[in-house]
């Protein structure tokens, strides 16, 4: 089946500074992939999607300066959480959308600010 | 603002029950998608629906979205163990924002 990994799973930072998490699909391509927030045993929030070659688009209250989607090729985007606040700490998980009518998520990132 | 509300929050069957998840909205949703995410795991996508009235299946699992596009239901038959985890609805309203159901939490007796 499809796989797309995360990377790091883990991070642990420090107030101010910036996290860069990874998103690839290693076995397609994908023109579009997702990036969601989760907080602990709770649902869903769709944060932006991921166009190869052009501008994110991000959902409301999303503030773009802040969370930084880049997708440079049809295997790869990445998040950069900048400025990190302990009110960033989340499990963030993006997901990659090969065809119209499937999306394959990835194990997600677990993100603390100290 | 939209309202996607799913119900129930938890659901526990004994194994072979039926199972059934709703989900409804405060405004018509252009699609709706639903999503299972298994204890520990991340999410796995489902199916995703749009156009209105439409039912989908997949082997024990049945997708219907209401004629009015506001409300949607996940049915399982003749649930297994495997079945176990929480499942989440999600719709784009009209006003482009994408929420999320806050999911309901299937437990089954073996």
């Known amino acids: 089946g499809a796989v797309v990994s995360q990377h790091p799973s883990r991070v642990i930072c420090k107030s101010g500074t910036s996290v860069k998490i990874e998103c690839r699909s290693l076995?397609?391509?994908?023109?579009?992939m997702f990036w969601y927030r989760q907080f602990p045993k709770k649902s869903l929030m769709l944060m932006a999607t991921?166009?190869?070659?052009?501008?994110?688009?991000?959902e409301q209250g999303v503030e773009k300066d802040k969370f930084l989607i880049n997708h440079a090729s049809l295997t790869l985007s990445t998040l950069t959480v900048t400025s990190a606040h302990p009110e960033d700490s989340s499990f963030y998980i993006c997901s990659a959308r090969p065809g119209a009518d499937t999306q394959y998520f990835g194990p997600g990132t677990r993100l603390t600010v100290l | 603002g939209q309202q996607v509300m799913q119900i129930p929050q938890y659901q526990h069957v004994q194994e072979g029950e039926d199972f059934t998840t709703y989900c409804n909205s405060s405004t018509t949703l252009s699609n709706i998608q639903w999503y299972k995410q298994r204890p520990g795991g991340h999410p796995v996508f489902l199916i995703q629906l749009v156009k209105s009235g439409e039912v989908k299946k997949q082997k024990r699992l049945t997708f219907q979205f209401g004629e009015a596009k506001k409300n949607s239901s996940l049915h399982i038959t003749a649930t297994q163990t495997t079945d176990v985890g929480t499942y989440f609805c999600a719709g784009r309203g009209n006003n482009n924002d994408m929420r999320f159901g806050a999911g309901t939490r299937l437990t089954v007796k073996p």
């Open positions: 076995d397609f391509q994908a023109t579009t």
């Open positions: 991921s166009n190869e070659g052009s501008k994110a688009t991000y």
